[in-house]
Nanobody, 115 residues
Framework: QVQLVESGGGLVQPGGSLRLSCAAS????????INWYRQSPGKQRELVAG???????NYADFVKGRFTISRDNAKNTVYLQMSSLKPEDTAVYYC?????????WGQGTQVTVSS
């Protein structure tokens, strides 16, 4: 059974930091690209950051310089380090795992940036 579990979300003040984790099971983790998406009510789900199986990363313009994606294949886990958080970063953050034609999604973790 394939499972992706996000954790690390919560309430943080503007300018603060959070680290999200995405732990995977049921897949050969090192083969998969892992992506973080986010979605706010009434908005489309948008790509935040991604990391390829070989370690190459990409970021949406609105988070570049503030967020860092990394992976630890030994732990089957991908991280999203978020700094300088803004209220507009408030969303449910989802991870997905992608390998060839296979896509899997986690259930998401809520991030709220507010004073």
């Amino acid at each position: 059974q394939v499972q992706l579990v996000e954790s690390g979300g919560g309430l943080v003040q503007p300018g603060g930091s959070l680290r999200l984790s995405c732990a995977a099971s049921g897949i050969i983790f090192s083969r998969y690209a892992i992506n973080w998406y986010r979605q706010s009510p009434g908005k489309q789900r948008e790509l935040v950051a991604g990391i390829a199986s070989g370690g190459f990363t990409n970021y949406a313009d609105f988070v570049k310089g503030r967020f860092t994606i990394s992976r630890d294949n030994a732990k089957n886990t991908v991280y999203l380090q978020m700094s300088s958080l803004k209220p507009e970063d408030t969303a449910v953050y989802y991870c997905n795992a992608h390998f060839r034609t296979d896509y899997y999604w986690g259930q998401g973790t809520q991030v709220t940036v507010s004073s």
